[in-house]
């Protein structure tokens, strides 16, 4: 007899920027492997790398019961909804079928996986009316939005009267335009069968390109915001102490621009409170955080932080379990690759 549980990894929506941040873009907040309570899988360890460019995890899972544990194991990708196409939401890649570019492996070996996605307005799947209309699912890529152009008018017109989009009209110096864009929300999971042999061990590992919200140049630094309502909440998400801000100061003082630093923003959270669903806490729970470049600056929330290169942070707890999720805050250089 096989017991059953259901593996989940559980990623939410952020859609937040600083209050004077015109051109930015938000993130989308991603996560970790979690089970949906277990007493007999527990997590051994987990090692976690975070950077702009790819998030990759590590993780060795042993099924202390008498007997097999066949699960569901599940990737939820985070809600990614259309609307006003002015509010950016940074989406990785054009695949609709795969926004994160998510991938893994289970003792090393690539597991198939199967992607199940809805859309949803007004509360209600509205998939197979997309589906039929030929329309990919995701929104807020080009390739739906020129779907969405290319549809007849009478099928505009069921999207419209079912509020699954919206119309942009703008002159940008070619004459008025006309697009339509997604206004649904896309629910997508990424799942797979996996067993857990009694008294073993099975590592799972999967890597993916995180969203990152940007900025194109950041007023962190400027005494001038010190007092804002967005700034405080920020200095507080991301620890940033006195060093920090000093180092930023000091390097926007050095450059000599007209106006504010010689840094743009890149802002990654990451979902780490669902790791304390496994039986008991995380045995090794190793976090290395990549800034990327040397001349670029990081601030995140975390104890006995260690560098250990030029451009890599290191954090390593025994017994760990989670109490707050992580937000990382890199001001890159403009113009540095």
């Known amino acids: 007899m096989r017991k059953a549980a259901i593996l989940t990894i559980c990623l939410c929506a952020i859609a937040g920027a600083p209050a004077d941040a015109n051109d930015s873009s938000a993130e989308l907040a991603t996560g970790g492997l979690v089970l949906e309570k277990s007493d007999n899988i527990a997590m051994r360890s987990e090692d976690l790398f975070i950077s702009a460019k790819e998030i990759r995890v590590s993780a060795r899972f042993y099924n202390s019961s008498a007997k097999d544990i066949t699960t569901l194991v599940a990737f939820p990708m985070p809600d990614i909804s259309g609307g006003n196409p002015d509010e950016l939401i940074s989406v990785p890649t054009e695949d609709p079928e795969n926004p994160l570019n998510f991938a893994t492996t289970v003792d090393g070996k690539p ?5 199940e996605q809805k859309a949803f307005a007004g509360g209600l799947d509205r998939t197979e009316v997309l589906r039929r209309l030929g ?3 995701a929104p807020r890529l080009a390739a739906t939005n020129a779907a969405l152009d290319r549809l007849p008018p009478s099928a505009q017109d069921e999207l419209t009267k079912l509020d699954l989009i919206g119309v942009d ?3 940008a110096g070619k004459g008025m ?3 339509l864009y997604a206004r649904w929300t896309l629910k997508a999971t990424y799942f797979w069968e996996q067993t857990f042999p009694t008294k073993t061990e099975v590592v799972i590992a999967h890597h993916y390109i995180p969203s990152v919200g940007v900025t194109v140049q950041t007023a962190i630094g400027l005494k001038s915001v ?4 967005w700034f405080i909440a920020d200095r507080a998400k991301y620890c940033m102490d006195a060093d920090f801000l000093a180092a930023v100061e000091r390097e926007s003082n050095e450059a000599k621009m007209d106006y504010g630093s010689p840094f743009s923003e890149q802002r990654i959270s990451y979902i780490l409170t669902s790791g304390s669903n496994w039986a008991g806490p995380i045995g090794k729970f190793r976090l ?3 800034k990327g470049a040397p001349s670029s600056l990081v601030s995140f929330c975390g104890e006995g932080v260690k560098k250990i290169s030029q451009t890599e942070f290191e954090t390593v707890k025994t017994d760990f379990v ?3 999720d992580l937000h990382v805050l890199i001001l890159k250089r403009i ?3």
């Not at 597991?111 to 992607?115: C, E, T």
């Not at 010190?226 to 309502?229: F, R």
């Open 177 to 179: 335009e006309r697009h």
């Open 335 to 337: 113009n540095t690759p």
């Open 169 to 171: 009209e703008y002159d």
């Open 226 to 229: 010190e007092t804002e309502p």
């Open 111 to 115: 597991v198939a996986v199967r992607l």
């Open 288 to 290: 290395v955080i990549d």
């Open 135 to 137: 329309v990919p699912l």
């Open 322 to 324: 989670p109490k707050s």
